[in-house]
């Protein structure tokens, strides 16, 4: 098994420019969540999909950030316009259904916001 | 709502010797688990050890297990025979039983190097 796969691993944008972040989770997950991690705020779950329908979005930042699962074996996370402030490292992570669910998470994307 | 709280920015300890990293929790949930996750240099979290809060016994996995005080809201991780390869965050991790599936709430982590 590949595991959850994220592309690409770093990303170096300018302000105002359109970010866009790709995951493909492992293959049978019913779940797939996108996180956050910066030093200030550690990781902070932004959004999750169960069956490729967003669940909880609570997370997401604001208006710039939208994420899609068009199917079950991709998604994507999309910051416009991006801003400084939104370097970060992101992490996708996918899970199977059931009472105990493991989270396994991908190599994440490290993003730099000029 | 739940918080994690990781008292321990950083840690040190020589390679062979046990280490203990500390996590509290805060919640009004009688049923839940809490893991520890490692995120070595590479970036990747990977799980360590799960514990699910209706077990009183505590969770082992090889040189890791955990000291899991309900009472206390007290879920500390120790590491026996530390090796350099424990380098790494630590992150202690909450999760509400059943409902919202994304209920994963983590504290800010430890770093832990281990010295040889």
């Known amino acids: 098994d590949a595991g959850v796969i994220q592309s690409p691993r770093h990303e170096v944008t300018e302000m105002g420019q359109e970010v866009t972040l790709r995951c493909k989770p492992i293959?049978?997950?019913?779940?797939l969540f996108w996180y956050r991690q910066t030093m200030m705020r550690g990781l902070e779950l932004l959004i999750y999909?169960?069956?490729?329908?967003?669940?909880?979005d609570s997370g997401m930042p604001e208006d710039r950030f939208s994420a899609k699962m068009p199917n079950a074996s991709f998604s994507t996370l999309k910051i416009q316009p991006s801003e400084p402030r939104d370097s970060a490292v992101y992490f996708c992570?996918?899970?199977?259904?059931?009472?105990?669910?493991?989270?396994?998470f991908g190599p994440g994307t490290r993003l730099t916001v000029l | 709502a739940q918080t994690v709280t990781q008292s321990q920015p950083e840690m040190s300890v020589q390679e062979a010797e046990t280490v203990t990293l500390s996590c509290t929790y805060d919640?009004?949930?009688?049923?839940?688990?809490l893991f520890w996750y490692k995120q070595p240099p590479s970036r990747q979290m990977i799980l360590v050890i799960r514990?699910?809060?209706?077990?009183?016994q505590n969770a082992t996995e090889n040189r890791f297990s955990v000291n899991f005080q309900k009472a206390a809201k007290s879920f500390s991780l120790k590491i026996s025979d530390s090796q350099l390869g424990d380098t790494a965050m630590y992150f202690c991790?909450?999760?509400?039983?059943?409902?919202?599936?994304?209920?994963?709430?983590f504290g800010k982590g430890t770093k832990l190097s281990v010295k040889p």
């Open positions: 992570a996918s899970s199977p259904a059931g009472e105990w669910n493991e989270q396994f």
């Open positions: 293959s049978g997950h019913d779940y």
């Open positions: 999909f169960n069956n490729n329908v967003p669940i909880d």
């Open positions: 919640t009004s949930e009688s049923n839940y688990y």
């Open positions: 514990q699910e809060a209706y077990k009183q």
């Open positions: 991790a909450f999760m509400k039983y059943g409902g919202s599936q994304g209920n994963l709430i």
